[in-house]
């Protein structure tokens, strides 16, 4: 891995861990208030077709980066379905 991976690797667990909070929100506090579901998943769809790019162009930091990503955003979409649903 070049130094260029390195920082794309490095600016993904930035982006990624900036979703925690909004992770804890919904599923630990279960408050999804002000959560649109619908722009959540057109990020998910978003970060599918980044991942797709990423895997096409063989580069690790885009492939994680946005696993990882995906992971986050759709627990939140989810999350926030589940709980907007019972109300």
Known sequence: MDWVEGIG???GFLGVSGW???VK????????D???VPTFVVICISL?????YGVLKNSIAIIV????AL?????IAIGAYRIQSVN
């Open 71 to 75: 992971i986050m955003i759709a627990s």
């Open 65 to 68: 980066a946005n696993i990882f």
């Open 9 to 11: 690797l490095f600016a």
């Open 48 to 52: 599918t077709l980044w991942l797709i």
């Open 25 to 32: 929100r919904v599923w630990i506090e279960g408050k999804a």
């Open 34 to 36: 002000g959560i649109s």
């Open 20 to 22: 925690y909070p909004q």
